[in-house]
């Protein structure tokens, strides 16, 4: 048996002299450790989250949206009109693709809330007007027919597809393929139903969270045409009237390099037309930033996190020195036996530092065992809230979890050795 | 670190060279104004002369403050003197740090102490193996292992290896302090008051134990304030105020050598 493992041994039978306040001392550490992977388990959870949403906006995209100009910035604009027109218009549309020639495709979309009705079911929904590229740049892919076809488009034709949700509200027992649904005042006929997909939160202030269940996609010309630009909305008792034209234009770049360089032209071909300016009616959103953003603020959520966790560790280790002074203490004698019988005081040092460690390092593997546990209950507990645990996080929490053995218990360690034989053993 | 010895029947083993020991015990009364006194200086040893020859049988007796339990210190290698040589073998030790001490306590003293002095957490063979484990690197061999078990067989505890101290009796304890003694196959045994905690019948085992490893050629000094206890040993030191005051046969050597000599006489007639 090597000197370590019987040193190990040893000291191991020194720490179960007291059960109980070995345990408790240990469970510090635990709940430190634990803490540690706990947190960085959720906030980890949540940038990825957040970077799987951005990255789902792709990093070579740059999106302008319309935006309804707060009320300052309605009465900046003079009287407020009774139809409040706001928003990007076709020529925006026709006017970057014309100016910006690193745009490399973009897709115009109109949202509209309506009513979806089939029969007597009905279901709230968006029914978006946009083009073939749709399915492309949202990564929607078909669960039966078709998407929309750019010969839709050109031809006005009343054709629909359906997100999953409003298939499984208005079609709950045959086949959407072919059959009609009712947007407003018209009929669509059903062209094809996209996959599953979940809903996005919103991210930012700039972009709504996308719910694409709950979609209806129809040709963008076929929603001009049928729903204009105007929307009147008396529901509520309260007249509303809206013009607007277009809800979102999303533009892909070739390449990552040119979204930095072409954000500002991007931005100037649409600010300084339609008065927008001054209405301040449209937002520019550039993922590559919000993406870079997210992993700024994960990382320092991360640090704040992992540092508060921290905390518990060092107090953990506190109570390791407290304890270990105390044994020192309590076993003065012993430690004049030991010197008389040949221990050098280096001996005595790594005694009660190998006492130290083992408190730590068994309070370090409960506690990765916890702090592994643990997030499988949250994810129990709150389905919505994801979490991951990084290996890293898990070898970093018990390391230094060993370090505070070693840390905190140096002290008490050193004090021990440089007792004098004498007088320790003389003690009673 | 080891200490080399010549022939060891009956050489010196242990010589003491007008060996002192001052403690300074804090300061004396304040003076006038304010100021502390000049710190108190204690002479534990007064310049002690005497040598410890191979396989001797001795105790040191004293009243308490007499300087018998620092002398024991210094012989222990638990301390230094203030001043004067302590040779052990051949080296003087006085001289040496502390990490040279605590190899030779390891190696070439065993100590027998009035309460047992045994690590409460350890089993029976655990505390007999404790002073090899500051030997070198620490590492046991299985001599090491056998050399412990015989020893628990010689003091009787052979089916009590893995039982804790608190499981013996006081008599069994000091028996398992005197096989740790004996672990390192010290040149000089140490005993402290080894009977003090002990009844009389124990402790007449104990001496009984002790006279044994003396027969068997083993260096033995005692310190006792009994006289009875002193009276197993061959030789008897009385020190008082830090000074050896008598050094002589026990009155059971000085028997024996009246004894010695009648024969003789007898003989001659």
Known sequence: MGRFW?????????????????????????????????????????????????????????????????????????????????GLKYDDYDRLMASVPTIKKALPIREVRKEIRRLNRSIDGRVVGTTHMYADFNKLSMDRGRFLSEADNEHFENYAVLGSEVTSKLFPYEDPIGQSVKLGSDYYTVVGVTKKRGSTSAIGGSLAGQEYDKDVYIPLNTCRLRFGERLIDNRSGQFSAEETQLSQITMQLGDIREVRPSAPIIEAAVRRFNNHDTKKDVDLIVPLDLIQEAERLAWQSSLLLGSIAAISLIVGGIGIMNIMLATVTERTREIGIRRALGAKQRDITEQFLIESMVLSGVGGLLGVALGVGLPFVIRYLFPEMKVMITPISVIVAFCVSVLVGVGFGLYPARRAAQMDPIEALRHE | MSIAFGNRLGKPIVRLVDLRKQYVMGHGPKKKGGSDGQPVVVHALRGVTVEFLQGEYVAIMGASGSGKSTML??????????????????????????????????????????????????????????????????????????????????????????????????????????????????????????????????????????????????????????????????????????????????????????EDRRVAAAARH
């Open chain 1, 6 to 86: 019987r040193s190990l041994k040893l000291g191991m039978k020194s720490l179960l002299l007291h059960k109980l306040r070995s345990a408790l001392t240990v469970l510090g550490i635990v709940f430190g450790v634990a803490a540690v992977i706990a947190m960085l388990a959720v906030s980890e959870g949540f940038s990825r989250d957040q970077q799987e949403r951005l990255q789902a906006l792709g990093a070579v995209n740059i999106i302008y949206r319309s935006v309804k100009p707060s009320e300052e910035a309605q009465a900046s604009g003079g009287r407020p009109a009774r139809i409040l027109n706001y």
């Open chain 2, 73 to 258: 210190n210094l012989l222990g290698c638990l301390d230094r003197p203030t001043s004067g040589q302590y040779i052990l073998g051949e080296q003087d030790v006085a001289v040496l740090d502390d990490d040279e001490l605590s190899e030779i306590r390891s190696q070439s003293i065993g100590f027998i102490f009035q309460s047992y002095n045994l690590i409460q957490q350890y089993t029976v063979m655990e505390n007999i193996l404790l002073p090899l484990t500051y030997q070198g690197t620490g590492e046991l061999s299985d001599e090491d292992l056998d050399r412990a078990v015989s020893l628990a067989q010689m003091v009787g505890l052979a089916e009590r290896l893995d039982h804790r101290p608190s499981q013996l009796s006081g008599g069994q304890q000091q028996r398992v302090a005197i096989a740790r003694s004996l672990v390192n196959d010290p040149y000089i045994i140490l005993a402290d008051e080894a009977t003090g905690n002990l009844d009389s019948i124990t402790a007449s085992e104990i001496m009984a134990m002790l006279e044994k490893l003396n027969d068997a050629g083993k260096t033995i000094i005692m310190v006792t304030h009994e006289d009875d206890i002193a009276q197993h040993a061959k030789r008897i030191i009385r020190m008082k105020d830090g000074v050896v005051v008598e050094d002589g046969l026990s009155a059971r050597m000085l028997e024996n050598e009246r």
